[in-house]
């Protein structure tokens, strides 16, 4: 698999850990899947090697769309023991949970003073949330960049891994430490996105983006019979209709993926142009890949899983090491505001 890429320029050292930080949020949705994994996750477990890496699963934002208290326990679990078999280091890094760090809604708050109503309204997220859950339009839903960047800003981050989706959330929250600064002095950073090689991957589909919500994920952590059965369910090249026609590899999705499974890719898009390979056998093959590369964290998982005392440990002790920071951020914003 190619390295992620940290852009912008990503330096080493102490020097450059000391001076910036790293952090992003991911909801707790219970799967992981392939286009988490190779549009974010790898650069979280990249970052923490690079800065002082901060990252948060962030249930406040999930409480937009799900309503199920005991689905909404599980799911933030299962995916602090994915992104931790994933390769984030509790050493290295500081993982924890948004809602055991109650003083980012209390910033969120502050920074809706200085956001116009018309910022949020035309976020596309909200638009499509808007249209797809029709009868729960509630108010999180517009608030949810606010949020968002309080998130970043409380612990004043610079560097956010996240895929392509978020950009407009990531122009948001420079919108507003922007507003912010203006009013009352320069306070906070403006974070920059960190894509990796693959920002938006596309899901089984071939057309959407990969995503929870559509049902067209690869859920690289579960079973592999589920992850077969996902693969060989790709739509391919829809112009290669009989096992003979040439097939177009730099619009087939499949191959599009074997790039970050193997050196022989630019061999496997061959195949699929000169007819000599299948789709059927192209996906057999990235089904078997992806089956292997994960199978490490997926025993990782399922060990973590079996020991939740020790997940919920990981995600206590991020919380308590947050806290001093997140108060002085506070303590800063109370004086600088005229509160207290
Ligand atoms: P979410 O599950 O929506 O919280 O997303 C978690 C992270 O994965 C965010 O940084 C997203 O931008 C990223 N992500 C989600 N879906 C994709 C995708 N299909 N391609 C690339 N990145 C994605
Ligand atoms: N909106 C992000 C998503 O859906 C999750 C998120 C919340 C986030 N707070 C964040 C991402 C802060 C980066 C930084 O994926």
């Known amino acids: 698999m190619p390295t992620p890429?940290?852009?912008?320029?990503?330096?080493?050292?102490?020097?450059?850990?000391?001076?910036?930080?790293?952090?992003?949020?991911?909801?707790?949705?219970?799967?992981?899947?392939?286009?988490?994994?190779?549009?974010?996750?790898?650069?979280?477990?990249?970052?923490?090697?690079?800065?002082?890496?901060?990252?948060?699963?962030?249930?406040?934002?999930?409480?937009?769309?799900?309503?199920?208290?005991?689905?909404?326990?599980?799911?933030?679990?299962?995916?602090?023991?994915?992104?931790?078999?994933?390769?984030?280091?509790?050493?290295?890094?500081?993982?924890?949970?948004?809602?055991?760090?109650?003083?980012h809604t209390e910033l969120a708050w502050l920074f809706a003073t200085v956001t116009p109503v018309s910022w949020v309204e035309r976020t596309p997220?909200?638009?499509?949330?808007?249209?797809?859950?029709?009868?729960?339009?509630?108010?999180?839903?517009?608030?949810?960049?606010?949020?968002?960047?309080?998130?970043?800003?409380?612990?004043?981050?610079?560097?956010?891994p996240v895929g392509r989706d978020q950009d407009a959330h990531l122009e948001l929250s420079r919108e507003i430490v922007r507003a912010f600064n203006h009013r009352?002095?320069?306070?906070?950073?403006?974070?920059?996105?960190?894509?990796?090689?693959a920002p938006t991957v596309l899901g089984t589909d071939g057309v959407r983006k990969m995503s929870?919500?559509?049902?067209?994920?690869?859920?690289?952590?579960?079973?592999?019979?589920?992850?077969?059965k996902q693969v060989m369910s790709m739509v391919t090249d829809t112009l290669r209709i009989k096992r003979t026609d040439p097939g177009r590899p730099e619009v087939c999705n499949v191959c599009q993926l074997h790039r970050f499974f193997g050196d022989d890719y630019l061999e496997i898009q061959d195949g699929?142009?000169?007819?000599?390979?299948?789709?059927?056998?192209?996906?057999?093959?990235?089904?078997?890949?992806?089956?292997?590369?994960?199978?490490?964290?997926?025993?990782?998982?399922?060990d973590l899983m079996a020991h939740p005392e020790e997940i919920d440990g990981i995600l206590e002790a991020g919380a308590d090491r947050l806290k001093p920071m997140a108060a002085a951020t506070m303590a800063e914003v109370h004086e600088k505001m005229g509160l207290r």
């Open 5 to 103: 890429v940290a852009t912008p320029s990503a330096r080493s050292g102490a020097a450059a850990r000391a001076a910036e930080r790293a952090f992003s949020g991911i909801q707790p949705s219970g799967i992981v899947h392939l286009g988490n994994d190779l549009g974010a996750i790898r650069n979280y477990v990249a970052l923490q090697d690079q800065f002082e890496a901060i990252y948060c699963i962030v249930d406040y934002h999930a409480l937009t769309s799900l309503h199920d208290p005991d689905l909404l326990r599980r799911w933030t679990r299962e995916m602090a023991a994915s992104l931790v078999a994933l390769g984030l280091d509790p050493e290295r890094c500081t993982l924890f949970v948004q809602s055991h760090r109650p003083e």
């Open 125 to 160: 997220t909200y638009k499509e949330k808007k249209a797809s859950q029709p009868e729960d339009v509630n108010h999180g839903l517009l608030t949810y960049p606010i949020l968002q960047a309080a998130d970043i800003a409380i612990y004043k981050a610079t560097r956010v």
């Open 184 to 197: 009352y002095g320069e306070t906070f950073p403006e974070p920059q996105a960190v894509h990796t090689d």
């Open 212 to 228: 929870k919500s559509i049902g067209n994920t690869i859920e690289i952590l579960g079973p592999p019979d589920l992850i077969r």
């Open 272 to 302: 699929e142009r000169t007819a000599r390979t299948g789709c059927v056998d192209t996906k057999r093959l990235l089904a078997d890949r992806i089956i292997r590369h994960y199978a490490p964290a997926r025993e990782r998982y399922a």
